[in-house]
């Protein structure tokens, strides 16, 4: 599978992260759900589906740690019996991404945040000043997301 990114930035962070922690799947996102930068998926589709389910499933689990202990949940693990997901912050200056991994039997939940640390500093260097007034979503990003929705939910 090849690594693929939208922003220049994005592509020697990414890569480390994915050879180093043997992530089967990775993708840098915006909270918004736009990717920036994607290695593992083999239909486009798969992968705008993946960042719009990621980006809700954070936003959602933030504000239910905001109402159950005051602060946000920030990371997330689910294991599998045969792949894990795993799904956090990662800081740049003037606001925050969001990296979502899956990983299976080649990895360990160790190994990818001893890595996932590594790659935080690495897209912190590298990422441009965000100042957050740079619109994210692109203009028919809700007709693509509810698109997504719908073939992901077998209803196109």
Known sequence: MKLQVAADWVEQPLKAFVDDARAE??????PSGQVLGQF??????DVQTACALSAAIYASAGELGRQMQGKPFTVMHYAGKARQMFLAPVPIDGGTLLLLAVFGEESTLGLVQVYFQDFQRAAAQAAPHWTGAETALASDFEVELNRNLAAMFGRT
Not at 25 to 30: E, K
Not at 40 to 45: I, Q
């Open 40 to 45: 593992g998926f083999a239909r486009s589709v």
């Open 25 to 30: 799947i990775a993708v840098l996102m915006h």
